[in-house]
């Protein structure tokens, strides 16, 4: 996998609901595990949602678990976050990621991702 894109961020009310795309070029998508970054201004980068490889298993931030899934179409190259009960704390920079290994499992550590995207905005209002 040599590049992603994200899309599908935008501006939401509080409750509502925003699914981000994160669409890969190169071979072997499917090979790889996958993951969601937030970073808010004036904050770390924060770990949100992990797929790994092919069906993969997930894993999911205390922030967002419960609100939030992550899912991949391998035929479509493509890996999806599913965001609902949107909160203005969930207000940030979204960026997919790839790992570095492929056949591994998921991954909550930035350093582990090989691959970023440029980031999708998601903006939550009160």
């Known amino acids: 996998v040599q590049l992603v894109i994200e899309s599908g961020g935008g501006l939401v009310q509080a409750g509502g609901s925003l699914t981000l795309s994160c669409a890969g070029s190169g071979r072997s998508f499917s090979h790889y595990a996958a993951g969601w970054f937030r970073q808010a201004p004036g904050k770390e980068r924060e770990f949100v949602a992990t797929i790994g490889w092919g069906a993969g298993t997930t894993y999911y931030g205390a922030n967002v678990k419960g609100r939030f899934s992550i899912s991949r179409d391998n035929d479509e190259d493509t890996v999806y976050l599913h965001m609902n009960g949107l909160k203005p704390e969930d207000t940030a920079v979204y960026y997919c990621?790839?790992?570095?290994?492929?056949?591994?499992?998921?991954?909550?550590?930035?350093?582990?991702?090989?691959?970023w995207g440029q980031g999708t905005q998601v903006t939550v209002s009160s």
């Open positions: 990621a790839i790992r570095v290994t492929p056949y591994s499992s998921g991954s909550t550590y930035s350093e582990d991702y090989a691959v």
